[in-house]
Structures are given as structure tokens and as C-alpha cells.
């Protein structure tokens, strides 16, 4: 039914209320046959191709192989989520097509090996803002799906590897390791991975070579550091799979500011995940993954060796394993 606005109004068959529709809520709205929630197309390639392999390495990464839980523990926190999802049905009146839709797309995740995706951008932000609320030094964030351990180990100054001819501006990231009380550091290391100036990840999008833009840099030891790569562009998640189905539903965006990965480590003090990002990129205020944080911000300068390029200067603050705020 047409209203004077251009919108139209839209009567729930259960419950019978009325509900006003502007147009582009009209737009927005698609429906889908009882099988196109459960398929798997052809181009759904490259998300499946990606999502299989993200799930692959988590399973062989060994973080929850001696998790041991005691069952008030389990009851208390399965319980917390089944509650939530039960008051979400109640708050909403969520109707037996909704509740089917979601069956389907939730056994889609799974088939597109997307909850390791789902999860690390809708998910970890919080459990990595709860887990590091109390460490001293380096701000941290979310690692994501697309890390890959045993990185080829460079000596300082080191240049991470890129194809003959790689397009994009290169970059100079130098930094210095210190503890909280402003020593040196000896011993750590920099494990850095990001995404080439097109916005694809080596090992996940086809084609590239296996350790492009990943390396697993050693520090001097006064804690010095330089890496030479390229600045990563930005990209979209995935969205030819599930994930990418529920934004395009939901009318929302699936672009990540450009970011560099980090991992920081070095022997007796807390590790450090996290990402950097650079200043007037469209989406570090609405980061599909809530990873943006200011103190990951950083500030590139024209080089100061004559070099072509940028380079950019970020220092780690690493604190002793048991030291907190
Ligand atoms: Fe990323």
C-alpha cells in the first residue's frame, strides 16, 4: 500500500501490525526461494575457498587444544547465550519464517567454512577488549581469520617479499621495543601480514605468491626494528559467501580500512596483536570489525632517507608476563 511519502506500509500476516515502510527500507527488502539461502553457487569460490582454509588453521592451531572448562563454567556461559538469543525473539516477535531463514543461513556459514570469519569480525573486538583491559603498554586488537604462522624469519633491516615490479607505495615501518619502564628490549620480534595494494591476502586469494607481505622480522638488540613493504589497500570481507549474504540482507557495508597485521613478542613479556592503520581512510569510523582504535593510528611521512615512498615510525611497549595496570 502507497503512503503520501513514497513509502507504503506492510501488514504482518501473525500479528496483524502495521508497519510504516520508507523507501528505502521497500528497496532493501529481498526474498529468497526456499533453496537460495542453502546454495552454493559457483561464484561462491572464493569465499568457500577462503573460509575452508581459515577453518583448516584454526583447527590445526592448537589455541584451545588444553582448554579445560568445568561445567558451571559451560552452563554458565551457554546458558547466558541461549537466553539472549531467546530474549532477541521475544523483544522482536520473531516470526517461524525469520527463525527458518536463520536455520538456513547458520548451516550456510558452516558449509562456506565462514565462522572463523563471522566470529573474528563480529565477535573477537569485545574478547580482545575484555582479555587486554588490564595489560600495561602497547594497545592491542582484533588478529582476524588470515594469519599464518612460520612466516620467513628476517634479520633487521628486512624487506618482506613482493613480486617483481609491485604496484603501490612502498613503505618504510620502523619502530623500537621497550619494556614499561623504557629499557631496551632484546629478543623481539615483529610477525607482519597484510594484504597487497588491491586488497588480497597471500595464502587466501589464489594466485599470489605464498609468503607475499608476511615475514617474521627480528629486532637488533637495542630493540631496533625496520621493515620495508608496500602500503596495503583497503578491502571488503568476503562477500560472495554467507557473511557477505547477511550484509548485503542487511543493507550494510563489508569494507576494513587498510590496515598492517601485527605480532609482537619477545622472551618474559606479554605478546601483542594488533593493527595499524592510516589517517583519512573512509572506514576507520565504521570498520566492519570495530578494530579501529586512535592508538593504532599512524603517521606517514615522505621518507627521510631520499627513498621512495612513506615511512612511518611506531614504538612497542611490551610488559613483563604477570605484570598488569
Ligand atoms: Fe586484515
Redesign the pocket.
Known sequence: MQTANGGSTRTDARTGRVTQLVPHQQKAITTMTDNQLLDRKASDGTAVEAGTKATERFANSGKYSRLAVSKERVSTLAGALIKAANDIVVEHEVTYEEYNALKAWLIKVGTDGEWPLFLDVWLEHTVEDVNSKDRPGTVGTIE?P?YVPNSPVLQTPATVEMRDDEAGTPLRFSGRFTDTEGNALQGAQVEIWH?DSEGFYSQYAPGLPEWLFRANVQADSDGRFTINTMRPAPYQIPTDGACGQLIEAAGWHAW?PA?I?IKVSAPGYQPVTQQLYFPGDPHNADDIASAVKEELMLDPQPRTDGGEGEEVVYDYVLAKIGETK
Do not use: I
Request: charged share 15%; no cysteine.
Open positions: 582476524g588470515y594484504a576494513r590496515h597485521h
